[in-house]
């Protein structure tokens, strides 16, 4: 297996762990922070920049789980993908925990 698709799977994963929260949010209707907020990822971004931002993460995070074979990859692809996702997914819910309490 060539380190590149590790790297694939590591992203593919973190791009569509991303894209959860932004999609989930914007298509609720709440606003939410998003690299395009002022200050970014502090600050909220509507719900449409949400859902927006959100299918950006998806068209990106789905292209390289396709790309680099996650489902025929085996355990090492597999292991790379859920890396990435646990790599976005905590921190970022240490980063948001406060975001009401603001």
């Known amino acids: 297996m060539n380190w ?3 790297v694939s799977y590591f992203f593919g994963g973190l791009f569509l762990a991303n894209a959860v ?3 989930v949010h914007g ?3 709440d606003p939410f922070p998003s690299p395009f907020a002022k200050p970014p990822g502090k600050g909220l971004s509507s719900p449409t920049v949400n859902v927006a931002w ?3 993460n998806l068209a990106i995070g789905g292209f390289l789980f396709q790309a680099g074979g996650v489902a025929s990859g085996g355990v090492a692809a597999q292991i790379a993908f859920f ?3 646990a790599a976005i997914s905590i921190p ?3 980063h948001f925990a406060g975001k009401h309490r603001e």
């Open 83 to 85: 890396a990435g996702i």
């Open 27 to 29: 298509v609720s209707g």
């Open 54 to 56: 959100a299918l950006v």
């Open 21 to 23: 929260p932004h999609f």
């Open 4 to 6: 590149l698709h590790l």
């Open 92 to 94: 970022l819910s240490i």
